[in-house]
């Protein structure tokens, strides 16, 4: 969650797992990319893009980073 809030520029606890991505002003398509690269450059996950926007809620895109 906190890797996310940075990227977001939010505060982690406005997240929780079960938030809608679509739901937070600041997720776009710049977020989209942003966050797989982050997946890539912290957890050596290589994420399409299309697989995150295809995410609908912050544990879509733990299960994407995790494979969970």
Same mark, same amino acid.
Do not use: R
């Given at each position: 969650l906190n890797?996310? $809030?940075?990227l977001l520029d /939010? #505060? $982690?606890a406005e997240l929780t /797992? #079960?938030?809608y991505l679509t739901d937070l002003e600041a997720w776009d398509s710049l977020s989209i990319v942003s966050f797989a690269a982050m997946a890539?450059?912290?957890y050596n996950k290589q994420l399409k893009a299309t697989e995150?926007?295809?995410a609908q809620t912050v544990a879509d895109?733990?299960?994407l980073v995790t494979g969970e």
């Open positions: 890797n996310l $809030a940075d /939010m #505060e $982690a /797992m #079960e938030s890539d450059i912290k995150v926007k295809a895109l733990y299960a």
